[in-house]
């Protein structure tokens, strides 16, 4: 039997990384994403896979390109067409354009030479015409001149951008300047764009360039979309649903209604209703989405309702329907996982179709499902299931790696959190052990060490080091999963405890747990994942004098909170602290992308009412920071802008605290690059080894 080895972040580059997924008409084949990466290179590959749903051996589509991706079956089942930018019959892709490739393989057949490029897209009901998702001039009407104005911009000399717009970068880009995101239609066979919106002020959400926020109905003569029907568009704003005649182009509202957020609009089979996600977000911001059933009306206002209102759990997109129209399929979050659920219209019960760990993606075609879906102990797999037989594997990616790796036990624990009558104080925290150390037979022998080891227990065993990441979010949830820029059992592997605690505010954990945190952050939590801390140092294996805090975006937050809000180390538990991406100024954050939503977190304006926003604030009390932190951010981080990350460094300096700062000119608001995520991972292991953590790998020399 060959000796298996620790996971390292090296290797964790080395995972196939399974990406979009689609069924044929038939349910007999799917086609996937796959994503490998070239270390020496820096690069990522992505390439089409075909996966036989009978379990036979998977077979590659795609070899020539290096992006593709989002693949779609047409509705005649022969034909896959997909997004993609690469160099053909001498013509190189300025943006990214659609492309053909027939379901048996052979060579891919670029169809659109559209100048802005093409976003997303969605075949037609007719196999002939395909739905698309561009930013355009809205001022320009026909493809010559979006074409000619294209390549006038991409050779201009002028570096400035100028804007009157509220909504004007999201996460890691600027909305491209003077452009607005409209539906068109491609006609395949003369290549021939029509322009869906053209003439109007309407215009697809800015945030959501996906293909979830349109859908085109089964006779494919009308088409759904989501969108932002304000004057002047923000991210603030609820959306509303509209439909388009394909033939006349004339737009007709569907579902307006400023208390609610619609999206993921998706037409029954038969064409008379359509399902959405809806959230009544006029009675509360932080409402959860549900089911929304929409009668298609011959004329005037649709009649809609929302299903399962009293149904705690928050609805993701895309929703499928099953093949007879009595049910709706979808994910949603349960306590630290994502299940794949059906929802039953005539019995209105909701029910798990499919248990995760985290389902990622899904299809349903011909009675077949296919879902793709990860745990804590492995990467994403995918299965299928024919007539709600039992699920069958359709690829083996990853288990030559994996199977050669020894990654440590994965537990699950529950304690009392903070003390919160709304929302109860039951807390979730996961657990993530070196490799080799089982934690239950280590509790029943006793455990200890020779100085200061607990009464009764086995003298001479190693302490572990106890290393906290803290999820962003804060509405998102730490679970069983396998993450690649936090990976646990890299951390893990360096010897320590890897401590993933779900405090107030997480999302799986019902809509009070949820709210809990609005108007007081950083309150709930502190004391959520202090509690963990008490859990853990009961424990004969944890290590008290090697105690870590660390987290990313709302969770390097918390770890700028902490900072300011305990004592610390030798007095304090914390040795030392990461904090990545993290708020540390709540007033100079107003300069991220998401402040017309913030103020409504913190249920106050600063302007308003500065107090209760410095309240809630990391850098109000830099007077009590005194824990050895590294800083990380990215020049690119539009979500939490990098003057944070860099004032918070600043101040730790200036207070004479020990301090280090790795700072990415070409990274957003996570690190994507191989050889940045390389360096992250070196300098984490670096920082905690430095404060009496154990060394996992070799690390960059202090600079």
Same mark, same amino acid.
């Given at each position: 039997?060959?000796?298996?080895?620790?996971?390292?972040? @090296?290797?964790?580059?080395?995972?196939?990384?399974?990406?979009?997924?689609?069924?044929?008409?038939?349910? !007999?084949?799917?086609?996937?994403?796959?994503?490998?990466?070239?270390?020496?290179?820096?690069?990522?590959?992505?390439?089409?896979?075909?996966?036989?749903?009978?379990?036979?051996?998977?077979?590659?589509?795609?070899?020539?390109?290096?992006?593709?991706?989002?693949?779609?079956?047409? &509705?005649?089942?022969?034909?896959?067409?997909?997004?993609?930018?690469?160099?053909?019959?001498?013509?190189?892709?300025?943006?990214?354009?659609?492309?053909?490739?027939?379901?048996?393989?052979?060579?891919?057949?670029?169809?659109?030479?559209?100048?802005?490029?093409?976003?997303?897209?969605?075949?037609?009901?007719?196999?002939?015409?395909?739905?698309?998702? *561009?930013?355009?001039?809205?001022?320009?009407?026909?493809?010559?001149?979006?074409?000619?104005?294209?390549?006038?911009?991409?050779?201009?000399?002028?570096?400035?951008? *100028?804007?009157?717009?509220?909504?004007?970068?999201?996460?890691?880009?600027?909305?491209?300047?003077?452009?607005?995101?409209?539906?068109?239609?491609?006609?395949?066979?003369?290549?021939?764009?029509?322009?869906?919106?053209?003439?109007?002020?309407?215009?697809?959400?800015?945030?959501?360039?996906?293909?979830?926020?349109?859908?085109?109905?089964?006779?494919?003569?009308?088409?759904?979309?989501?969108?932002?029907?304000?004057?002047? !568009?923000?991210?603030?704003?609820?959306?509303?649903?509209?439909?388009?005649?394909?033939?006349?182009?004339?737009?007709?509202?569907?579902?307006?209604?400023?208390?609610?957020?619609?999206?993921?609009?998706?037409?029954?089979?038969?064409?008379? @209703?359509?399902?959405?996600?809806?959230?009544?977000?006029?009675?509360? #911001?932080?409402?959860?989405?549900?089911?929304?059933?929409?009668?298609?009306? $011959?004329?005037?206002? $649709?009649?809609?309702?929302?299903?399962?209102?009293?149904?705690?759990?928050?609805?993701?997109?895309?929703?499928?329907?099953?093949?007879?129209?009595? $049910?709706?399929?979808?994910?949603?979050?349960?306590?630290?996982?994502?299940?794949?659920?059906?929802?039953?219209?005539?019995?209105?019960?909701?029910?798990?179709?499919?248990?995760?760990?985290?389902?990622?993606?899904?299809?349903?075609?011909?009675?077949?499902?296919?879902?793709?879906?990860?745990?804590?102990?492995?990467?994403?797999?995918?299965?299928?299931?024919?007539?709600?037989?039992?699920?069958?594997?359709?690829?083996?990616?990853?288990?030559?790696?994996?199977?050669?790796?020894?990654?440590?036990?994965?537990?699950?624990?529950?304690?009392?959190?903070?003390?919160?009558?709304?929302?109860?104080?039951?807390?979730?925290?996961?657990?993530?052990?070196?490799?080799?150390?089982?934690?239950?037979?280590?509790?029943?022998?006793?455990?200890?060490?020779?100085?200061?080891?607990?009464?009764?227990?086995?003298?001479?065993?190693?302490?572990?080091?106890?290393?906290?990441?803290?999820?962003?979010?804060?509405?998102?949830?730490?679970?069983?999963?396998?993450?690649?820029?936090?990976?646990?059992?890299?951390?893990?592997?360096?010897?320590?405890?890897?401590?993933?605690?779900?405090?107030?505010?997480?999302?799986?954990?019902? #809509?009070?747990?949820?709210?809990?945190?609005?108007?007081?952050?950083?309150?709930?939590?502190?004391?959520?994942?202090?509690?963990?801390?008490?859990?853990?140092?009961?424990?004969?294996?944890?290590?008290?004098?090697?105690?870590?805090?660390?987290?990313?975006?709302?969770?390097?937050?918390?770890?700028?909170?902490?900072?300011?809000?305990?004592?610390?180390?030798?007095?304090?538990?914390?040795?030392?602290?990461?904090?990545?991406?993290?708020?540390?100024?709540?007033?100079?954050?107003?300069?991220?992308?998401?402040? &017309?939503?913030?103020?409504?977190?913190?249920?106050?304006?600063?302007?308003?009412?500065?107090?209760?926003?410095?309240?809630?604030?990391?850098?109000?009390?830099?007077?009590?920071?005194?824990?050895?932190?590294?800083?990380?951010?990215?020049? @690119?981080?539009? @979500?939490?802008?990098?003057?944070?990350?860099?004032?918070?460094?600043?101040?730790?300096?200036?207070?004479?605290?020990?301090?280090?700062?790795?700072?990415?000119?070409?990274?957003?608001?996570?690190?994507?690059?191989?050889?940045?995520?390389?360096?992250?991972?070196?300098?984490?292991?670096?920082?905690?080894?430095?404060?009496?953590?154990?060394?996992?790998?070799?690390? &960059?020399?202090?600079?």
């Amino acid at each position: 039997m060959k000796r298996k080895h620790p996971i390292d972040s @090296r290797k964790l580059w080395q995972f196939s990384r399974i990406g979009s997924l689609a069924l044929s008409p038939d349910g !007999r084949q799917a086609v996937c994403s796959v994503t490998t990466t070239d270390i020496d290179k820096n690069e990522n590959s992505s390439h089409l896979w075909l996966l036989d749903t009978g379990a036979l051996q998977p077979r590659q589509l795609t070899r020539c390109g290096s992006k593709d991706g989002q693949p779609a079956w047409s &509705p005649q089942e022969d034909r896959i067409a997909f997004i993609a930018r690469r160099e053909q019959e001498g013509v190189k892709d300025e943006a990214s354009q659609l492309y053909v490739i027939g379901a048996h393989g052979g060579e891919a057949r670029r169809v659109s030479r559209f100048g802005p490029g093409i976003e997303s897209f969605k075949w037609l009901p007719d196999g002939r015409r395909v739905l698309f998702a *561009a930013w355009v001039w809205p001022e320009l009407q026909t493809t010559l001149q979006q074409n000619r104005r294209h390549k006038t911009w991409t050779v201009r000399k002028e570096t400035g951008y *100028a804007t009157r717009e509220g909504f004007y970068r999201y996460w890691d880009h600027n909305v491209p300047m003077g452009r607005v995101l409209h539906l068109l239609v491609l006609e395949l066979a003369s290549g021939r764009v029509t322009d869906l919106f053209a003439g109007t002020d309407v215009e697809l959400p800015r945030q959501d360039d996906g293909n979830t926020c349109y859908d085109a109905s089964p006779d494919g003569r009308m088409v759904v979309f989501c969108h932002d029907a304000a004057p002047e !568009r923000s991210l603030a704003h609820p959306l509303a649903l509209s439909m388009v005649d394909l033939k006349t182009r004339r737009i007709s509202p569907l579902v307006h209604d400023a208390g609610w957020d619609f999206g993921a609009p998706r037409f029954s089979p038969n064409g008379k @209703r359509i399902a959405a996600i809806g959230a009544p977000v006029g009675r509360v #911001h932080t409402a959860l989405g549900q089911l929304v059933l929409i009668d298609v009306p $011959a004329k005037g206002p $649709a009649r809609w309702q929302s299903l399962g209102a009293d149904w705690d759990h928050a609805v993701n997109a895309p929703l499928r329907w099953s093949g007879d129209g009595s $049910a709706l399929v979808f994910t949603a979050e349960e306590r630290g996982r994502c299940h794949l659920w059906r929802h039953d219209l005539a019995q209105a019960r909701f029910d798990v179709v499919h248990r995760g760990g985290w389902v990622h993606g899904f299809d349903l075609a011909a009675g077949v499902q296919v879902v793709a879906a990860d745990s804590a102990l492995c990467p994403v797999r995918v299965h299928a299931s024919a007539g709600g037989g039992p699920m069958q594997r359709l690829e083996r990616f990853n288990d030559e790696l994996l199977q050669a790796l020894d990654l440590g036990a994965v537990r699950e624990v529950s304690l009392r959190g903070a003390p919160d009558p709304a929302s109860g104080d039951a807390v979730q925290m996961w657990l993530t052990f070196p490799p080799g150390f089982n934690p239950d037979a280590a509790q029943r022998a006793g455990w200890g060490a020779k100085k200061g080891a607990k009464k009764g227990a086995k003298k001479g065993s190693t302490l572990f080091p106890i290393t906290h990441v803290i999820h962003g979010g804060p509405f998102a949830a730490a679970g069983d999963t396998f993450g690649y820029r936090w990976n646990p059992h890299v951390l893990a592997a360096a010897g320590h405890v890897v401590a993933q605690v779900n405090y107030h505010g997480s999302s799986g954990f019902g #809509h009070a747990f949820r709210r809990s945190l609005v108007g007081r952050q950083g309150q709930l939590e502190l004391q959520d994942i202090e509690a963990g801390t008490d859990w853990l140092l009961q424990q004969p294996w944890a290590d008290a004098t090697r105690v870590y805090a660390t987290g990313g975006s709302y969770g390097g937050f918390l770890v700028a909170w902490m900072n300011g809000h305990l004592p610390p180390w030798p007095q304090g538990r914390y040795r030392a602290t990461i904090c990545h991406a993290g708020v540390f100024d709540r007033v100079a954050t107003f300069s991220a992308d998401s402040y &017309p939503e913030r103020p409504k977190d913190l249920a106050a304006n600063f302007w308003e009412d500065m107090p209760r926003v410095l309240a809630q604030s990391p850098h109000a009390f830099a007077a009590q920071m005194n824990t050895p932190t590294l800083v990380i951010h990215g020049a @690119r981080d539009y @979500r939490v802008p990098d003057c944070n990350g860099l004032a918070y460094y600043n101040t730790l300096k200036a207070r004479g605290v020990d301090a280090r700062l790795l700072w990415f000119a070409d990274e957003n608001h996570w690190v994507l690059k191989p050889r940045n995520s390389l360096q992250w991972y070196a300098e984490f292991a670096a920082w905690l080894h430095k404060h009496g953590g154990r060394k996992a790998q070799a690390t &960059p020399a202090e600079r």
